[in-house]
Structures are given as structure tokens and as C-alpha cells.
């Protein structure tokens, strides 16, 4: 039986946005079938089926359901065992005038795959206006840490350093490809419209009397009514499942990009160089009080695994659908679709919640590079003392040595790096030990990383937010809140 929540997922009710969540409410749903019934009318009506202008007017005013209507849906249905018929029935109760012709021809893939399409395409626009927030949001840390010097990690041990800013770039760049990608699937979907109970429009053909023009002009008039700019040339009962397919991908692609950034993130709180915003009042353990667990990118990583293996029921659900269509796609749609849709939902809003009240300490970061940067500019202090004449060879042993004593300090007596100690004690490094200092300044050794995110930011980030549609989004402002 139908209800409020039939088409709702748990996960709506208590994370997702407002929007997201009524997007996929029965309520919407079933307002949406009455105006595809709506629009179908219209058209049959204009290309001369007997259908009269009371009921064209029962049904524009009666396209909203309230609770009693919920009620009498899910009494039909019980009784019925068929969703869509219960709501035909319903909607005829309303919209008496109309009773008779609500439904005129179609099959049940007319109202249930064209709002499918519908929700879809609406769905991928709201996350790709949360998505440019996300962006607009790392994009400005990105360009306040630019030339901060850190320690690259490579197999996650010590590397050269680079920049907390450039970091963050590889971190946009994906983001940027999740746009691009959403934005393709959003703009690639079309419209099922009016296609008939094997996609060969014969029961319209039939309404028309043989007249094909008509039928197709009824296809166009239903599809610009629904504002599509097009609808698929041939389907079968239904629109191809492999649309699903195509419309999830890129959410789970997003996916994998907000779990690295939430991996990272996790990392980088374990060194205590950055953190996810933490309140004055939040509980990190219940037993262990000292603790600031990184509770929102643990989520975001829990929820991306979850977005990511849901492409993988669109994936099945193509590739068993025989012939003309089965049923055993429609359970796991209803569940799939909205889900997907909802999962990336709070994945956006956690993410932009993170990236909006990031803490960098650059004096953790600071004493880190101190730890690595001596063995790290060992070159360095060889080719100074090349250039003041000396022999690179020997040079190279001398610091080979100091730099295993260094290290024996450190990973055996767990003791600082007292390398650069070393060299200012060995007369043989007399000739350059007033460039040391400058030898170890931390950005010098950060290469392009500043040019870089500078240059990217400028060529990349900021014409793909300057879609006009994007801007719109951008403009609000709002910050992203989280109920939990």
C-alpha cells in the first residue's frame, strides 16, 4: 500500500536536504503523475480526442494529494495490487470530469519512467549546485595555504614537501571532473514520453485512427509540456535501464573522490596537521575525553562506499531486463534511484561542512618538515660544497655517514634529527656553513607548488564556476549544517 513514505528512503528523513527529501516523497511522486496524466490529456485534447475543458480543469486543480487522498490510494491499491491504477482510480475521484480519460492509452511506464526521468534530471542539477559550493569552498583554502610548506607523503612515508594549498588542487581536480560528469549526465537525459505498452505506440495509433503524424506529434507536444528537450527514439515498455546506469556512474565516481579527500583528511588529523571542524561542546569518546575523532570524514567515507556499490544495481538491473522489460527491475529501483540521489546528497553537505571550518596548524606542520628536511637537503649541502671547491664524492661520504648517525637517533633512541648538528660540527663543511640556513629554508624546497595553484585556480576553478547556472547557487552563501 502507498503512503507518504513508500518512495522514501530512511536515510531522507534525518540527513538529506529538504529538496533532495521531497524530491523522492510520495507526495512528489504521486503530484508528478497526475501532471504527466495532466499533460497527456492536453495534447490528446489538442490534436482532437473528445476530452472537455472541465476536465482539463479538474485535473490542473487537483494536482496536489493530501492526506485523505493517501488514504483512499492505498485502500485502491490494496484491493488492486497495482499502484498505478489505484492512483488512476484516485485521481478520477477528484477529477470526476476526468475520470474517463486519465490514463488514455498509456501504460503504467508512461507515468512511472517519465517521472523517474524527471526526478533524475532534477536530482543531478541540485547536487551539481551543491557541488560548486564544495568547489568554490576548497578553492579558497586552496588559494589561503598556497605556499605553506608541508611534508609530501608518497606510500604514505616522508617525501619532498609541497604545499598544503597545492594538496588541496588534487583534491579540486576531482571535483572538477565530478562536474563535468554530472553535469553530462544531467544534460544527456532524455524524455521516455509517450511510447505505448511495448514502446510501439499502438494503442495510440488506434485513439487516432491510423494517423501516424498525430501520434508522433502527440509524442512532442507530451515531451515540450514536460520541458525535454527531447525524448528517446525508440523504447520498449520502458526507457532503457541502461539510463540508470549512466546517471549513477558519475555519483559513484563522486564517491571515490570525497573518500580520498575524507581519507586524507583522517590522515592528516591522526599527524594533527589539519582537522575537521570540531565544536566546543562535541564528545570525541565516551571513555577516552582527550579525543577528537574525525567523525564527519569517517562518515563521508562510510556513505561514499555506500554511493559507490549502488552503480553496481544499476549495472545488473541493464543487464537482465529481457526483451520488451521484466518486473524485477522495479523494487530495486525504488530503493536504488532515490538512494543513490540521497547518499550523494549528504556526502556534498558533509563535505562542504568540512571544508567550510578546516583548522591547518602550521607549527605541527613546521616541526614535521623539521624531522625530514635534513635528510631531504643532503643534495643541497653536496652541491655547495662542490661549488666552493670541493670533491662531490667525498662530499657524498661524509654526509652518507652523519646521515646514518642521525637516523640511528632518531629510530633507535627515538631522538630529534641532529643532523644539521652534525654537519655544523664537522670542519670539513666550514666553507658553507653560512648558507645552511638557507639551505633548509622549507620553501625553497616546494618547487612551483604556489605558481601552480595559482594558475589552476585562475584557468580551471574559475570558468567552471562561472556558469551563469552555477553563480545562482554560489550567490546564497549558505553554509552547510549538519543535524548530527
Not at 369 to 381: D, K, S, Y
Request: hydrophobic fraction near 40%.
Amino acid at each position: 500500500m502507498e503512503s507518504f513514505d513508500t518512495y522514501q528512503t530512511p536515510l531522507s528523513s534525518r540527513y538529506a536536504s529538504k529538496e533532495m527529501a521531497h524530491l523522492f516523497s510520495s507526495a512528489n511522486r504521486f503530484h508528478t503523475w497526475r501532471k504527466l496524466w495532466l499533460n497527456l490529456a492536453i495534447a490528446e485534447k489538442q490534436l482532437g480526442l473528445p476530452i472537455s475543458d472541465q476536465a482539463i480543469e479538474e485535473m490542473k486543480t487537483n494536482l496536489h494529494l493530501d492526506a485523505e487522498q493517501f488514504d483512499i490510494a492505498a485502500a485502491e491499491e490494496k484491493k488492486r495490487r497495482h499502484d498505478v491504477m489505484a492512483h488512476v482510480h484516485t485521481f478520477g475521484q477528484v477529477a470526476p470530469a476526468a475520470a474517463g480519460i486519465i490514463h488514455l492509452g498509456a501504460t503504467s511506464c508512461y507515468v512511472t519512467d517519465n517521472a523517474d526521468l524527471i526526478f533524475i534530471r532534477e536530482a543531478l542539477t541540485l547536487l551539481l549546485h551543491k557541488l560548486a559550493v564544495v568547489i568554490d569552498r576548497f578553492s579558497k583554502f586552496a588559494k589561503e595555504y598556497r605556499d605553506l610548506p608541508t611534508l609530501g607523503f608518497t606510500h604514505f612515508q616522508p617525501a619532498q614537501l609541497t604545499t598544503v594549498g597545492k594538496r588541496a588542487t588534487l583534491w579540486l581536480q576531482e571535483l572538477l571532473w565530478d562536474l563535468r560528469n554530472l553535469k553530462r549526465a544531467r544534460d544527456d537525459i532524455g524524455f521516455r514520453g509517450v511510447k505505448g505498452t511495448t514502446g510501439t505506440q499502438a494503442s495510440f495509433l488506434t485513439l487516432f485512427d491510423g494517423d501516424h503524424q498525430k501520434v508522433e506529434e502527440l509524442d512532442q507536444i507530451v515531451t515540450d509540456l514536460c520541458e525535454f528537450s527531447y525524448a528517446y527514439p525508440v523504447t520498449s515498455q520502458t526507457y532503457s535501464r541502461k539510463i540508470d546506469v549512466d546517471a549513477l556512474a558519475p555519483l559513484a565516481s563522486f564517491g571515490a573522490t570525497a573518500h580520498k579527500i575524507a581519507t586524507d583528511l583522517r590522515l592528516l588529523a591522526n599527524l594533527k596537521e589539519v582537522e575537521e571542524p570540531f565544536e566546543s561542546t562535541q564528545i570525541g569518546s565516551s571513555a577516552m575525553a582527550y579525543k577528537r575523532n574525525p567523525m564527519r570524514s569517517e562518515r563521508i567515507c562510510s556513505l561514499s562506499r555506500h554511493l559507490m556499490v549502488l552503480h553496481q544495481n544499476a549495472l545488473m538491473t541493464s543487464s537482465v531486463q529481457w526483451f520488451e522489460r521484466t518486473l524485477d527491475d522495479s523494487a530495486n529501483r525504488r530503493i536504488t534511484l532515490p538512494e543513490a540521489f540521497l547518499t550523494a546528497d549528504i556526502v556534498l553537505t558533509t563535505l562542504q561542512n568540512v571544508s567550510e571550518g578546516l583548522v591547518v596548524y602550521p607549527k605541527v606542520i613546521g616541526r614535521r618538515i623539521a624531522q625530514e628536511l635534513p635528510f631531504m637537503a643532503t643534495e643541497n649541502i653536496i652541491m655547495a660544497i662542490v661549488k666552493k671547491g670541493g670533491d662531490r664524492q667525498a662530499a657524498h661520504e661524509k654526509i652518507r655517514v652523519l646521515s646514518h648517525e642521525a637516523a640511528h637517533q632518531v629510530k633507535q633512541l627515538g631522538l630529534e634529527n641532529d643532523l644539521i648538528d652534525r654537519v655544523k660540527a664537522d670542519s670539513y663543511f666550514d666553507p658553507i656553513k653560512d648558507q645552511l640556513d638557507d639551505l633548509l629554508e622549507p620553501k625553497s624546497f616546494i618547487g612551483r607548488a604556489p605558481e601552480q595553484v595559482d594558475k589552476f585556480l585562475v584557468e580551471w576553478v574559475q570558468p567552471a564556476l562561472a556558469d551563469n547556472e552555477l553563480q545562482a547557487g554560489l550567490a546564497k552563501g549558505e553554509k552547510a549544517e549538519l543535524n548530527v
